[in-house]
């Protein structure tokens, strides 16, 4: 019982019927074009006359759902009156083939079911009201073409209420109905579907790559960060010149973090980012030199022109190394790193190798991890179709290993 009355009691079915009946009044200054037909048949039956009309009205109601703004404001409408979650058209896209027929098609059903429950709902208000008349014992009728409905003595009262709540009452079916047909009908169609579903894939696939930049940057930048104001803090008075280089040090790479992150910021504000700071190999250098302004003892192999890798797979080579060598720092046991990259005409070989055991960082003093850093490298060097390997190397040892084919990815 109460669950049949609920749709009575929400402010969206009648917020739905107000649609109806904007729809159907929207319509009345299409009704004189509609009757143009009748001039050319005034011999025909009054049936078919009366056909014609109706048939040259829906047209001409439907022609207007044939231009695109109107279905962005039908969306807009329905999204705000019937409490349908409808997404915006995908713009700059024109229904093609069938689906070009789903909004003239819901403007024709719109001003059906809007101007059904205007004229039924009106004629039961009407009776409600008219029926009453009949309280002192007098006669009530309220007559519509052949039909009519008598209310004498005290029945006219209940027939009243009972006219009046019926009245409320289709409400209910005209609003379900608007609402059944809005997701069919101005929702996304097939092929608007599987644009949106494009555009997400393309939004989450930039978002990614945009989550795994920041975090090579900055993860890398905090942690060369850390130690380098842990050295200066303990030379800070016995070597005040070294303290000074570990400063310039932390100056120098953060700076180049805040260009990474004013960059991906913007990107995620959907403001108009600058120029997206483009590290490559021939950047290498620098990079290594910072982790030796923090402590880190860097033993160096490159061979092959690193210069004349380009492209997605330099910038890609640049990131591998700089996460490798941030978990060499954060997790390995002090001690050498080695770092080896080999540009070949073929094959781009990177490796970044660490002492573990004794001396890793536990408790307090350790660094935090997300677990994402090696399973976002795997990602990185799977697009790039490579092979990627990590892994204790011996007993004390912690090897980073990737191959990169040079032809697949320039």
């Known amino acids: 019982m109460i669950r049949g009355i609920r749709p009575l009691l929400r402010g969206s079915t009648y917020s739905g019927v107000l649609f109806a009946y904007c729809g159907a009044m929207a319509s009345l200054p299409l009704l004189p074009f509609a009757m143009l037909p009748l001039v050319a048949s005034r011999s025909a039956p009054f049936w078919v006359q009366a056909v014609l009309c109706l048939l040259a009205w829906a047209a001409a109601v439907g022609v207007f ?67 009453p008349g009949g309280w002192t014992g007098a006669d009530a009728r309220v ?124 990107v995620l504000r959907e403001e108009q980012a600058g120029t997206a700071p483009t590290r490559t190999l021939a950047d290498l250098p620098e990079l290594l030199d910072r982790l030796r302004h923090a402590g880190a003892v860097v033993q160096p192999e490159l061979s092959g022109e690193l210069t004349q890798v380009q492209g997605t797979l330099s910038r890609a080579a640049y990131r591998i190394l700089q996460e490798g060598l941030t978990n060499a720092l954060r997790h390995g046991a002090g001690g050498p790193i080695e770092v080896r990259v080999t540009a070949a005409p073929d094959v781009l070989e990177l490796s970044v190798v660490n002492r573990t055991g004794a001396g890793t960082r536990t408790g307090a003093g350790a660094f935090p991890t997300s677990g994402h850093g090696l399973p976002g490298l795997a990602e990185r060097v799977r697009l790039l179709h490579g092979e990627f390997e990590a892994g204790p190397a011996g007993p004390q040892h912690w090897r980073l290993a990737v191959r990169l084919p040079v032809r697949l990815s320039a």
């Open 143 to 266: 007559q519509l073409f052949a039909w009519s409905v008598d209310g004498k003595g005290g029945w006219s009262w209940p027939l009243a209420v009972a006219c009046l709540l019926l009245a409320l009452v289709v409400c209910v079916p005209v609003t379900s109905a608007l609402r059944w047909l809005a997701p069919r009908l101005l929702g996304p169609s097939a092929a608007e579907r599987l644009a949106l579903a494009s555009e997400r894939e393309l939004l989450l696939a930039e978002r990614n790559r945009l989550a795994h930049e920041l975090h090579d940057s900055i993860g890398h930048t905090l942690t060369a960060a850390t130690i380098q104001a842990a050295v200066a803090g303990e030379v800070l008075s016995a070597d005040p010149a070294a303290a000074r280089a570990a400063l310039r040090s932390i100056e120098e790479s953060t700076r180049a973090a805040l260009e990474d992150l004013d960059y991906v910021l913007g």
């Open 65 to 131: 759902g044939l231009a695109r703004t109107t279905r962005r404001v039908l969306v807009g409408s329905a999204r705000r009156m019937l409490k349908v979650p409808l997404p915006d058209p995908v713009a700059g896209r024109r229904p093609a083939g069938a689906d070009r027929w789903r909004t003239p098609l819901w403007l024709v059903l719109h001003v059906a079911l809007g101007w059904t429950g205007a004229l039924v709902s009106g004629l039961l208000f009407a009776m409600a009201v008219s029926l």
